[in-house]
């Protein structure tokens, strides 16, 4: 250490009188454990956002197109001038929401069928990685000269039904009478179960059941009409920019929705969170960081004659006040670095634990399992607080340091 003063410091703080007796160890443990929990509560929130917007991503593309009156039913040239509107166009599929029944072992349950383009789809949506079983695969299949439509189901209708990838269910569409539409007559189809997902909502595991389009359509007897197009960006960094785009080209007949507008009060709730979150765990911080400041009081009036003797040797108030000040900072940045370290391992710890243990009910939080994201400007915002609340929270026994003279020091030291 070139600079003198922060020499003095270290010598003065670290010492095994000081550091090891008396409540040194217990305030900085304060301070480590208030650290640890902000790192950990930060993660957890980004990793939730960041958990939502990949499934959101993965299912529902980035972003939607729906006439609100009647999609167009040649879509290709839809397509076309959707190319021309906007550069960052990549890719889409057809898509169409039906409310159906799935009835299977004498039990029925409402569910949505979707319904997207076989051939197109696997360009858009990411579904690989969510097959829990069998394969990503929605194409009509021939078994013993019979074709059966294909379908892949949630895993929460797969444990509700005991089904497995394989087995044949019946999906049933109740269509409104056109002569009394008051009445229903039922559709049914047969659908051989091609895989199941783990969507990574919970609304959507026990809901939704992905077909090819055209098996929807004549299941519920619509022809060749269709909810809209999924569309994927070449870039997804300016999602929101990019729908802007197609809405003011469009106009007011289509609805244009991307993967945010999907869940917006959810990620707006996010976000309000994060911040509440860590100003409240930060007066953990604020807490511990005084309990510091306590410690150096007391460790001030032991080292009276410490202090006296310095300024005998010619150390000005001011360079005492820094030497004291660089003890709160010191201790301050310890705490940081052991903290940052101790949530790191509680962060894997909650990994471990979500893997064997249900901590997160997706009934209630939407998603039952998240991905912990620790973000470089969590790290950054948790090391600078706590180190200006450090240093604030060192200026009254510093003071104190500065202002005590040679003779009261020797007396009383």
Partial sequence: MKNP????????????????????????????????????????????????????????????VIDKNKAKPFWKD??????????????????????SMLASQGQIVGVLLQGLDNDRYKNIVSLNQR??????????????????????????????????????????VPISDSVDPSTFKRQAAEFRISGILDFGKYEWNERLIITDIVAAQKLAMIGDRYTGLIIKLNDDRDVRGSAF?????????????????????????????????????????????FNISSTLYVGVVQRNSDIAILKTLGVSKKQILKIFTLQGLFLGLVGVLLGLVLGFFLCQAFMILQNQFELIPGSVYKIDNIIIKIRTVDVFAITFATLVISFFATLAPALRSSRLSVVEGLRYG
């Fill in 5 to 64: 003063l922060v020499f003095i410091a270290w010598k003065l703080l670290f010492t095994r009188k000081f550091i090891l007796e008396g409540s040194t160890p217990l305030s900085l443990l304060g301070l480590v454990l208030g650290v640890a929990c902000l790192l950990v509560s930060m993660a957890v929130m980004s990793g939730f956002e960041a958990t939502l917007k990949k499934t959101m991503t993965d299912i529902t593309g980035h972003i939607q």
């Fill in 78 to 99: 839809f397509e076309n001038e959707l190319k021309n509107i906007e550069p960052k166009f990549a890719s889409s599929t057809r898509f169409v929401y039906i409310e």
């Fill in 131 to 172: 097959l829990v079983d069998g394969t990503n695969d929605i194409s009509p299949h021939k078994e013993g000269g019979v074709v059966l439509n294909q379908a892949m189901i949630g895993k929460g209708i797969a444990n509700r039904f005991k089904l497995k990838a394989g087995d044949v269910v019946n999906i049933v």
């Fill in 245 to 289: 785009r197609m809405a003011q080209k469009l106009g007011p007949q289509y609805l244009i929705r991307d993967w945010r507008d999907v869940n917006e009060n959810l990620f707006d709730a996010v976000e309000i969170e994060r911040i509440v979150i860590f100003f409240v765990i930060l007066i953990i911080v604020i807490v511990a960081a």
